[in-house]
């Protein structure tokens, strides 16, 4: 079993908040140190907050086809 270099994380799935999907990430000895990028089509302060409160490592805000394409650039140039 690998585990994952980075995980993006949508904020508003149907069957349960981000934030809570990133707690049991970061809950969870295998992902705790991966890094989550947080993406969400609101720009809500209090979506950021709660995001960043969860363990999030960035968030970003829909449409992110450039930034995504930079944090894969990024990634791969680390090893990843």
Same mark, same amino acid.
């Given at each position: 079993?690998?585990?994952?270099?980075?995980?993006?994380?949508?904020?508003?799935?149907?069957?349960?908040?981000?934030? &809570?999907? /990133?707690?049991?990430?970061?809950? #969870?000895? +295998?992902?705790?140190?991966?890094?989550?990028?947080?993406?969400?089509?609101?720009?809500?302060?209090?979506?950021?907050?709660?995001?960043?409160?969860?363990?999030?490592? &960035?968030? /970003?805000?829909?449409?992110?086809? #450039?930034? +995504?394409?930079?944090?894969?650039?990024?990634?791969?140039?680390?090893?990843?």
């Amino acid at each position: 079993e690998q585990t994952p270099n980075l995980i993006l994380l949508d904020y508003g799935l149907p069957d349960m908040p981000g934030p &809570d999907v /990133l707690r049991q990430l970061r809950s #969870d000895p +295998v992902t705790r140190r991966v890094p989550v990028v947080v993406f969400s089509a609101s720009q809500s302060p209090a979506a950021r907050i709660a995001a960043f409160e969860a363990g999030a490592d &960035d968030f /970003l805000v829909k449409p992110i086809d #450039d930034l +995504v394409d930079s944090y894969f650039i990024l990634m791969c140039s680390l090893g990843g």
